[in-house]
């Protein structure tokens, strides 16, 4: 079956402009989650949504960043006024539960100018 | 709080030879334990895990791990190098208490491959 979908795959943008970033997690998961990878932190853990639980947001690094998650589906990560530093890879991951093994898509660059 | 040291950032190994990743972390109470592999452009897929049970874990392509509690440790390893296992590697971790779906990851080891 389909995995992890994300889009777009590539994203260029300027200093100060907001972005979008989409995700599809496998039919019938439960659990979503976002990551960032960059060169210089590493896999950071960003947001988790379970369900119609309240998400843990306690890795999103600052106001400039928030996620909602409609429907029990699909996701969107949104960063407001883009920053040089918010430049890395965004990985989404589903898993049927919270606790379960988690799958991850093949990631959005984000590139800040 | 939990971390996970992954010693040597790229680790090269000839075809046929032993594959050695090495993982340790640092948390109050054992951890649940994870290796994934990533491949360019590509998301991160789940090597094995160890949560409760045998030390010795068996994963796809290979690849096993074993839980030393006593060293901390979760290392990778897989007998026989063979050229598509040329990826980056991450070992994780999350709480085997509350809040245990949220992944800490290392810093990624790349292993090169070489004919």
């Known amino acids: 079956g389909a995995g992890v979908s994300q889009s777009p795959s590539n994203k260029v943008t300027e200093k100060g402009k907001d972005v979008e970033l989409r995700c599809d997690p496998i039919s019938g998961h439960t659990a979503l989650y976002w990551y960032r990878q960059s060169l210089g932190q590493g896999l950071e853990f960003l947001i988790y949504f379970q369900g119609n639980s309240a998400p843990d947001k306690s890795g999103l690094p600052s106001d400039r960043f928030s996620a909602e998650r409609t429907g029990g589906s699909v996701s969107t990560l949104t960063i407001q006024r883009t920053q040089q530093e918010d430049s890395a890879v965004y990985l989404c991951?589903?898993?049927?539960?919270?606790?379960?093994?988690?799958?991850f898509g093949a990631g959005t660059r984000l590139s800040v100018l | 709080a939990q971390s996970v040291t992954q010693l040597g950032s790229h680790v090269s190994v000839s075809e046929g030879a032993l594959v050695l990743l090495r993982c340790n972390y640092s948390?109050?109470?054992?951890?649940?334990l994870f290796w994934y592999v990533q491949y360019p452009n590509q998301g991160l897929q789940l090597l094995l895990k160890y949560t409760t049970g045998a030390t010795l874990v068996k994963g796809i392509n290979g690849f096993e791990a074993e839980f030393k509690k006593s060293e901390t440790s979760f290392h990778l390893t897989k007998p026989s190098a063979h050229m598509s296992d040329a990826a980056e590697y991450f070992c994780?971790?999350?709480?085997?208490?509350?809040?245990?779906?949220?992944?800490?990851f290392g810093k990624g080891t790349l292993l090169t491959v070489n004919p």
């Open positions: 994780a971790v999350t709480p085997s208490g509350g809040s245990n779906y949220k992944l800490t």
């Open positions: 991951a589903s898993s049927l539960w919270g606790v379960d093994i988690q799958y």
């Open positions: 948390s109050s109470v054992p951890p649940y």
